[in-house]
Structures are given as C-alpha cells and as structure tokens.
C-alpha cells in the first residue's frame, strides 16, 4: 500500500513572500512524505510573477486579488476570503505562511478558522513599536497568536517568542529561508551582463544601491533619504547610485523630482531576483529601509545602512555587518561617508557575513514539519551564528 504524502499549502502574495518561500516549497516537493500546494493571493501582481517565473513556481490557486489604489485593509478582507474558501476545499495537513504581510495574517487566521495547523516561516521579529514598521510589525504579531508552529531565523527571534508566552515545543530555530534562496540563485552564476546593469561592468568608481518604499517612510522622511542621496552623489565623485523605485506611485513621483536630474543617479525598474542578485554584489554600499536586504547583502559582503528608526532584524547591527541610520539627512549622509573612507569600518561590516542564515533553513522546516506530524523522530538542529573574521 503506498502511503498518502501530507499536504501542505504555502502561502504567498507579495515578491519577498515568494521569494523567501521558493526553496522551502523546492524542499518539500523533493520530500516523498510530503506535497506541495502552492496559493497566491496576488497581492503584487507585477512583481509576483517576476519571481515566480525565476523559481519556476506555479500556484495551484490563484486568487488575484490586487487591485489599483489598494488599501491594507482592503487586500487583508479579500485575501482571507479567498483563502479560507481554498483552505474549507482542499484541507491540508499544515499552512505555512511567511513573514508580515496582508496575505500572511489573512492565510493564518484563514488556517486557524479551519482548526489546520499554521506554520510562521520568520517567525517572532518584533520592532517593539507596532507603528513601524506599519503594518507589518502588527500583522507579524497577529500571526504568531494564530500559529501553531513558529520557524524563528534567530535565537533572538525565538527568544522574542518565548517572552510572548509561545510553548517552546513549537518553536524552531531555522535560519532564514532567504538565504536558501539567494546561494541558490547565485549557484547560476548570474551576471549583469546583457542587462540594463551591464555598464556597471565598465565604471571603475564605486555603486550604492538604494531601496526605498516602507510606507512609515513616505512624504518627509522620503525626501530626507533622497536629500542625502543627493549630497552623498556630490561628495564622492566615483560614486553612481542606482535606485530600482518600487511601484508605488508616492515613491517614483517623488524620487524622480528630487534625483532625476542627477547625472550619476540611475533611477530605474525594479529588478528580478536574478538580476538582483548580481546587483547587490556589485555595490559596495547599500542603502535601504527593507527587511530582506538587510538578511541577504551580509552575505554578500556588502555593508548596509538601514534608513528607518527601528528594526525588527538587530542581529546585523549587533554583527557589525547593518547600521541602523535612520532618516535624518545629516545622519545618512555621515554614516555614508565614514563607511566610504574608513577602509577599516568598511572592511569590518564587509567580512562579518550574514546573522540570518546558512542556506539549510528550507531543510529545518521541512524537518520539523516532519517531526511534528510523527514523519520523523527527531527535531532538527537549530541554527547557529558565527561571525566570520
């Protein structure tokens, strides 16, 4: 008699939710006593399919829920609607969402509503201020109420929980899974070339890379990180930014007339993972209000300063390896300029790798899915941190 394999539905709306959940649905797919079935509610259209065609993944539903304008609470009422019908139908053995989003919250509570089990992948980030980052430091805590497994990257993370309360049987240190994604990537030795980044290839002077939408950032604070920008560009004249501008229309209205006439700005589109990727390692200096970045680029070995007042990610800054700066033009542009001219500040951030994960993230998971549905005997080893030096 050939055993039934459990299901377990993974859950995802936005480019970083797909991105950080490709290798631990690659994991399970290559597991015998597991199965696959991948939902998206297309909370980002456009940039959801850009990673869903790098990783070759193909929702079994689809929701489509994006619309033009869209509010938070307007993507969460639709996205658990849709969600808690797929659940009701297909009833899988575990539902795993990931991170802080919308459609993260709306998968859990949707999952809790049908009594399944609910995995949180990046489990137990706090901020400790529930306005930034908004809204996902309070959707992050809603899910984690509403989980039965908690996959924390970090022993502070898991910590994090424990503190709430949370039952430590449930809890795992795993690493972060965006990490598994970004050493798979990089195994294909993505290049800039026959990109609209190829002429980075050529420029002997320096890159920073800027990202910039987190919503608490937008009007005077957005304009004090383009401000510094700008001044950064005057002071060092090796020095090319090139800022991907998010979709949001706020951010490119006012990106564009504060930096586009900015000779060695390069305002663009957003770049798909594997172009991303390359991207990253180019720049010798990073500047960004994003989680994910602040996870992937010490891995790389590029420094990065953090443009928001709070992170709920203080294993880099702890490292050495991310600088929270804030969004205060002087302090920007200071920060900058010490991490420029200061080869050993420089060489000391660059060298420390990454807090977050090894790349064997998607494994733990899978192994304490295993374990926790009695596929398996053990629990996995936990994740531990090592500066390199």
Same mark, same amino acid.
């Given at each position: ?22 290798? +631990? ?48 609470? !307007? ?119 026959? /990109? ?45 930014? +090139? ?12 990106? /564009? ?30 500047? /960004? ?5 602040? !996870? ?15 992170? !709920?990610?203080? !294993? ?5 390896? +991310?600088?929270? +700066? ?64």
């Amino acid at each position: 008699m050939v055993a039934i394999a459990s299901r377990i539905a993974v859950i995802f709306g936005t480019r970083p939710e797909a991105i950080k959940l490709a290798p +631990v649905y690659a994991e399970i797919a290559r597991r015998d006593d597991l199965e696959p079935m991948l939902m998206a509610s297309g909370q980002h259209r456009e940039m959801l399919g850009q990673v869903c065609e790098v990783f070759h993944l193909e929702p079994d539903v689809s929701l489509d829920i994006m619309s033009h304008g869209q509010t938070p609470a !307007e993507v969460l009422s639709r996205a658990f609607v849709g969600l808690e019908e797929a659940l009701a139908e297909h009833r899988p053995d575990v539902v795993l969402v990931q991170g802080d989003t919308a459609t993260t919250f709306a998968g859990a509570l949707a999952g809790f509503f049908q009594q399944l089990r609910v995995g949180h992948v990046e489990a137990g980030l706090r901020s400790g201020n529930k306005y930034s980052p908004f809204p996902e430091e309070v959707f992050r805590r809603m899910t984690g109420v509403a989980a039965n497994l908690h996959f924390a990257a970090t022993d502070r993370a898991r910590d994090n929980l424990l503190g709430e309360t949370v039952d430590a049987n449930t809890v795992f240190v795993t690493g972060n899974t965006v990490i598994d994604a970004l050493l798979a990537i990089r195994e294909r030795r993505p290049s800039l070339e026959d /990109t609209e980044f190829e002429w980075l290839q050529e420029i002997d002077g320096r890159v920073m890379l800027v990202t910039a939408h987190r919503r608490e950032n937008l009007g005077v604070p957005f304009t004090r990180i383009c401000t510094a920008i700008g001044e950064i560009v005057e002071r060092f004249s090796d020095l090319h930014v +090139v800022f991907p501008m998010h979709l949001n229309p706020k951010v490119r209205r006012a990106a /564009t007339e504060m930096l586009g006439d900015h000779e060695r700005v390069n305002l663009c589109e957003p770049a798909d993972y594997v172009t991303f990727v390359p991207l990253m390692a180019r720049s010798d200096l990073i500047l /960004t209000d994003s989680g994910g970045i602040q !996870e992937e680029a010490p891995a790389l070995g590029v420094p990065v300063l953090v443009a928001r007042d709070t992170t !709920e990610r203080p !294993e880099g800054v702890d490292a050495g390896v +991310v600088r929270l +700066v804030g969004t205060v033009t002087e302090d920007i542009v200071a920060a900058a300029e010490e991490v420029l001219t200061n080869a050993t500040i420089y060489a000391r951030m660059a060298a420390g790798g990454s807090p977050y994960g090894d790349g064997r993230a998607s494994e733990r998971i899978c192994d304490a899915i295993e374990y926790v549905l009695d596929l398996r005997d053990e629990p996995p080893e936990e994740f531990e941190y090592t500066r390199a030096e």
